[in-house]
Every structure is written in C-alpha cells, then in structure tokens.
C-alpha cells in the first residue's frame, strides 16, 4: 500500500524532478562555458563543444527510445 503512494507520488512530481535536473544540467554546462571563455578559446569552438554533448547525450536516447 505504502509503495503505491510512493509510484503515485513520483508520477506526480516526475515533470519536477526532470526539469529541476535540467536546469541542473544547463547550470553545470554554463559554469564550464565560462571556464573555457576565460581562458581565451574561440567561440566557434564552444559552439562545436554544445553541439558535441547534444549528440552524446540525445544520441543513446534516441537509440534506445525510439525502437
């Protein structure tokens, strides 16, 4: 009984925890951004570097969810 409420409750709060782990994400992705632009790299580069952890990250989704 007690684990029906648990399921129910991360059903409910599951938008939450997926967009708080976004922001977590693009937090953790903004402090490297201004890491690398203070040690002087080209812009062009961190455009190629974001779209590098896009692919390595939607890619395996991609594979596995969309069988």
């Given at each position: 009984?007690?684990?029906?409420?648990?399921?129910?409750?991360?059903?409910?709060?599951?938008?939450?925890?997926?967009?708080?782990?976004?922001?977590?994400?693009?937090?953790?992705?903004?402090?490297?951004?201004?890491?690398?632009?203070?040690?002087?790299?080209?812009?062009?580069?961190l455009?190629?570097?974001?779209?590098?952890?896009?692919?390595?990250?939607?890619?395996?989704?991609?594979?596995?969810?969309?069988?």
């Open positions: 009984m007690m684990m029906r409420k648990v399921e129910a409750g991360f059903h409910v709060s599951k938008p939450y925890l997926f967009l708080s782990l976004n922001k977590l994400c693009v937090a953790i992705f903004l402090v490297f951004l201004q890491s690398v632009v203070s040690s002087g790299a080209n812009s062009i580069v455009v190629v570097y974001g779209h590098l952890i896009a692919i390595l990250v939607l890619s395996p989704l991609a594979f596995f969810l969309e069988k």
